[in-house]
């Protein structure tokens, strides 16, 4: 059987120590690498586009991790999407246990960490907790059955990209804190919300998460923690009234080509002051 081809959508955010280590776990197979950067000052992109001549590097349109991937998204060419972080935290070589999910049925394959065969040595008891709190309201909300709710390492054919309805050209709004809702890091909420809603045929592949291997993480706990309760709140209210359309999980219009960097462009088009601090800005 000829297996599909598999784009791989990394967003960055000074990743750059990080970004070896990832990519020296990529399966050879790959059909791209989709590299989104946040506006990146530590040479992430020098260090991607050294080790990997072939990598696609996109520049996000607004800000956040979500934004980031709505973006990556949207450009990327494969039969199958992965979705797999750049810190080192996901290990690429998992992701064709994602993709036999998918070959077996599934339309989407999410990862846990807390299936049998799953782990990790990255997560806080905090935010343990709070996913666990999160993942069953979410269960409850939606009639699933997920063991793990927060987490990035997500698998899925190209042809439901749709259903997930993330915007990736819409322009910051005046005044905002540079993202729309959806593009920090309820993205994987936002996401498993309209998956459920769409009721695509979902499998949870057991994913081991590793620590992040340098810097510092992008998420605050009890931030993003409310916009991840938000997030299941707004789109239950959506599964109660499907005619409603004002509210942020709504699924836009599709969207227009996303702006690819010129390899040369890079180094200068990229603001040395522009890195989005998650942690200071307030939910919509
Ligand atoms: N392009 C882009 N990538 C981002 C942004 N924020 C975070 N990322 C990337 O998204 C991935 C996940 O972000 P992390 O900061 O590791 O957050 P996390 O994995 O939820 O938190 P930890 O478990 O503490 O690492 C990493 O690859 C980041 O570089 C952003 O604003 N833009
Ligand atoms: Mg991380």
């Not at 973006?71 to 036999?100: H, K, M, N, Q, Y």
């Not at 907790?129 to 999160?134: E, I, V």
């Not at 979410?138 to 990209?161: E, I, K, M, T």
Request: with cysteine; net charge neutral; aromatic share 8%.
């Amino acid at each position: 059987m000829k297996l599909p081809s598999v784009s791989v959508v990394m967003p960055a955010l000074n990743e750059a120590q990080n970004i070896p280590h990832v990519f020296a776990r990529m399966p050879p197979e790959v059909h791209e690498v989709v590299l989104v950067d946040g506006f990146s000052v530590d040479g992430t992109v020098a260090v991607a586009r050294q080790l990997r001549p072939d990598v696609r590097v996109i520049r996000q349109s607004r800000k956040g991790k979500g934004n980031a991937l709505a973006c990556g998204i949207a450009a990327a060419t494969g039969d199958v999407i992965a979705l797999v972080d750049a810190d080192g935290s996901a290990d690429p070589g998992e992701i064709p246990r994602f993709v036999e999910a998918l070959m077996n049925g599934a339309d989407f394959a999410k990862g846990t960490r807390f299936a049998d065969g799953g782990g990790s040595a990255d997560i806080t008891r905090l935010r343990s907790y709070g996913n666990y709190a999160l993942t069953a309201f979410f269960n409850a909300c939606y009639g699933r059955n997920y063991s793990d709710l927060c987490y990035g390492f997500n698998v899925f054919w190209r042809r439901h990209a749709a259903v997930l309805g993330l915007d990736a050209t819409s322009p910051q709004r005046p005044g905002g804190d540079g993202r729309l809702w959806g593009d920090g890091f309820e993205v994987e909420t936002l996401i498993h919300v309209r998956v459920a809603n769409a009721r695509l045929i979902v499998a949870e592949v057991p994913s081991f998460e590793h620590s992040r291997i340098h810097g510092v993480s992008n998420l605050n706990a009890f931030h993003d923690g409310r916009r991840v309760l938000r997030t299941i709140l707004i789109g239950r209210r959506r599964l109660q009234r499907p005619m409603a359309t004002a509210d942020p999980t709504s699924v836009p219009t599709p969207t227009a080509s996303i702006p690819e960097f010129p390899a040369q462009a890079i180094q200068t088009a990229l603001p040395m002051t522009a890195v989005a601090s998650e942690r200071s800005v307030d939910p919509p």
